[in-house]
C-alpha cells in the first residue's frame, strides 16, 4: 500500500501499579535481568494489550534468557516509524492487533519470512499468504444491544440493517477502530463500493451523536443505555463483563446470520522485521508466542480473544462454531480500500 496506513487506535493502560510499571516500559523498554546477562536482546514494537505482551516477555526472558525491551504504541503509528526508520529498523519484531497493518508492512518488503514450524501452529486460513507472518489469536464480530431500549426480535441479523432508519439515533459505532476496517472491506467484496459507501453513510445518519472513539466506549455507552445497539468484536464485551460483573450488565451479544459480510473474524498476529539484526532471536520469539505455553499465556489474559488451539473463555461461542463470512486474509488485505471509503464517508 503507497497510502495511509490504517487508522490510529488507542492505547490501552490500565490503572494502579500496573499502570506505573507499563509507563516505565514505555519509556525505557521492558527488558528483564536477562537483557543484561545474555548479551542477547529483542526490541518489540506492540501494538497488542500491554498488560499481555508485559507477561508473555516476562516468561519468554526466563524460558531463553533473551531479554526483550518492548515499545507499545497504536499499531498503525509503529507501522509508520518501521517505514521512516527504513533498514535497519530499530524493531525486531512487530506484535498487532490486527492483519491490516501486517499486510501493509509486507507490502512494503518488511517482514522476514517465518520459520515453517511457527506458521504450521495455526491454521493457514489465519497466516500470512505470503509466510511473512503468523495468526497469534482472533476476534469475531458480534451485535451488542440493550434488551431495555430494543426488543431481541429487532436486533440487526445482518451489517446491512445497521443503515435501516429504524435505527435512527440507536446505534453507537466506533469507526476509527482498526477492528472495524475488515467489516468495511468485507461489506465492499460482498456489494461493491458504491453500495458500501451508501451503507456507510446510513449507518452514520443512525448513529448521530453516538460515534465514538473507540470500542471500549462503544459497549460501555450500550450499557449504559445511552444507545441501544453496535457492532464490535466479542472479547469487549467479555472484557467490560470481566470488569463490571455479571451483576453489572445491562447488554448480551449476538452473532449476525451466517456467512453475513459484517461477521467477520479479526486476526492478532505477529512478525519479524526482514532487516532485523536478531534474526534468531525474533523468530523464537514469534514461535513463542504461537507455543503452548505462550497461548496458554493468552488465554488467561483479560482480553478474551480466541485461541486456535485452545477452550474459548466460559460462555463464549467456541471458534469452531464460528460462522463468519469466508472473506480470506489477503482479501482483507492492508485495509487501505476500508480507509477510504470511512474517510468517503466523512467517518474518518
Same mark, same amino acid.
Given at each position: 500500500?503507497?497510502?495511509?496506513?490504517?487508522?490510529?487506535? &488507542?492505547? &490501552?493502560?490500565?490503572?494502579?501499579?500496573?499502570?506505573?510499571?507499563?509507563?516505565?516500559?514505555?519509556?525505557?523498554?521492558?527488558?528483564?535481568?536477562?537483557?543484561?546477562?545474555?548479551?542477547?536482546?529483542?526490541?518489540?514494537?506492540?501494538?497488542?494489550?500491554?498488560?499481555?505482551? =508485559?507477561?508473555?516477555?516476562?516468561?519468554?526472558?526466563?524460558?531463553?534468557?533473551?531479554? +526483550?525491551?518492548?515499545? %507499545? *504504541?497504536?499499531? =498503525?503509528?509503529?507501522?509508520?516509524?518501521?517505514?521512516? #526508520?527504513?533498514?535497519?529498523?530499530?524493531?525486531?519484531?512487530?506484535?498487532?492487533?490486527?492483519?491490516?497493518?501486517? #499486510?501493509?508492512?509486507?507490502?512494503?518488503? /518488511?517482514?522476514?519470512?517465518?520459520?515453517?514450524?511457527? /506458521?504450521?501452529?495455526?491454521?493457514?486460513?489465519?497466516?500470512?499468504?505470503?509466510?511473512?507472518?503468523?495468526?497469534?489469536? =482472533?476476534?469475531?464480530?458480534?451485535? @451488542?444491544?440493550?434488551?431495555?431500549?430494543?426488543?431481541?426480535?429487532? +436486533?440487526?441479523?445482518?451489517?446491512?440493517?445497521?443503515?435501516?432508519?429504524?435505527?435512527?439515533?440507536?446505534?453507537?459505532?466506533?469507526?476509527?477502530?482498526?477492528?472495524?476496517?475488515?467489516?468495511?472491506?468485507?461489506?465492499?467484496?460482498?456489494?461493491?463500493?458504491?453500495?458500501?459507501?451508501?451503507?456507510?453513510?446510513?449507518?452514520?445518519? *443512525?448513529?448521530?451523536?453516538?460515534?465514538?472513539?473507540?470500542?471500549? =466506549?462503544?459497549?460501555?455507552?450500550?450499557?449504559?443505555?445511552?444507545?441501544? +445497539?453496535? @457492532? +464490535?468484536?466479542?472479547?469487549?464485551?467479555?472484557?467490560?463483563?470481566?470488569?463490571?460483573?455479571?451483576?453489572?450488565?445491562?447488554?448480551? @451479544?449476538?452473532?449476525?446470520?451466517?456467512?453475513?459480510?459484517?461477521?467477520?473474524?479479526?486476526?492478532?498476529?505477529?512478525?519479524? /522485521? &526482514? *532487516?532485523? &539484526?536478531?534474526?534468531?532471536?525474533?523468530?523464537?520469539?514469534?514461535?513463542?508466542?504461537?507455543?503452548?505455553?505462550?497461548?496458554?499465556?493468552?488465554?488467561? %489474559?483479560?482480553?478474551? #480473544?480466541?485461541?486456535?488451539?485452545?477452550?474459548?473463555?466460559?460462555?463464549?461461542?467456541?471458534?469452531?462454531?464460528?460462522?463468519?463470512?469466508?472473506?480470506?486474509?489477503?482479501? /482483507?488485505?492492508?485495509?487501505?480500500?476500508?480507509?477510504?471509503?470511512?474517510?468517503?464517508?466523512?467517518?474518518?
Amino acid at each position: 500500500m503507497d497510502g495511509d496506513p490504517p487508522p490510529r487506535h &488507542r492505547l &490501552r493502560i490500565p490503572g494502579g501499579a500496573l499502570a506505573v510499571a507499563l509507563l516505565a516500559c514505555l519509556a525505557g523498554g521492558c527488558g528483564g535481568s536477562a537483557h543484561q546477562g545474555s548479551g542477547q536482546s529483542l526490541t518489540v514494537y506492540n501494538g497488542q494489550y500491554p498488560q499481555t505482551t =508485559a507477561a508473555l516477555v516476562s516468561a519468554f526472558e526466563k524460558a531463553t534468557g533473551i531479554g +526483550v525491551k518492548v515499545r %507499545s *504504541n497504536e499499531e =498503525a503509528p509503529l507501522a509508520d516509524e518501521i517505514v521512516l #526508520e527504513g533498514s535497519p529498523s530499530r524493531a525486531d519484531v512487530i506484535y498487532t492487533e490486527n492483519s491490516p497493518v501486517l #499486510e501493509y508492512l509486507q507490502g512494503k518488503g /518488511l517482514l522476514a519470512h517465518l520459520d515453517a514450524s511457527t /506458521l504450521a501452529r495455526t491454521p493457514a486460513a489465519y497466516d500470512s499468504p505470503a509466510g511473512d507472518w503468523v495468526g497469534v489469536s =482472533a476476534r469475531a464480530s458480534v451485535v @451488542i444491544y440493550n434488551p431495555k431500549l430494543i426488543a431481541p426480535s429487532e +436486533v440487526p441479523t445482518t451489517a446491512a440493517e445497521l443503515a435501516d432508519p429504524r435505527y435512527r439515533g440507536k446505534l453507537a459505532l466506533a469507526p476509527a477502530e482498526p477492528d472495524f476496517q475488515p467489516i468495511v472491506t468485507s461489506m465492499d467484496r460482498r456489494h461493491g463500493k458504491t453500495a458500501t459507501l451508501k451503507w456507510l453513510e446510513g449507518i452514520k445518519a *443512525n448513529s448521530g451523536n453516538h460515534i465514538y472513539s473507540d470500542n471500549e =466506549a462503544v459497549v460501555s455507552e450500550i450499557n449504559r443505555g445511552t444507545a441501544a +445497539v453496535g @457492532i +464490535v468484536e466479542q472479547f469487549y464485551w467479555y472484557r467490560l463483563r470481566a470488569e463490571l460483573g455479571a451483576a453489572g450488565m445491562h447488554t448480551k @451479544i449476538s452473532f449476525l446470520a451466517p456467512r453475513d459480510p459484517g461477521y467477520v473474524v479479526g486476526v492478532s498476529g505477529a512478525a519479524v /522485521l &526482514r *532487516n532485523s &539484526r536478531h534474526q534468531a532471536e525474533a523468530q523464537k520469539f514469534v514461535a513463542f508466542l504461537v507455543s503452548p505455553k505462550g497461548q496458554a499465556i493468552i488465554g488467561r %489474559s483479560i482480553e478474551d #480473544e480466541y485461541l486456535f488451539h485452545g477452550p474459548a473463555s466460559p460462555g463464549e461461542l467456541p471458534f469452531d462454531r464460528l460462522q463468519p463470512n469466508s472473506i480470506t486474509i489477503a482479501q /482483507l488485505g492492508d485495509g487501505a480500500a476500508a480507509t477510504a471509503l470511512l474517510r468517503k464517508a466523512g467517518l474518518l
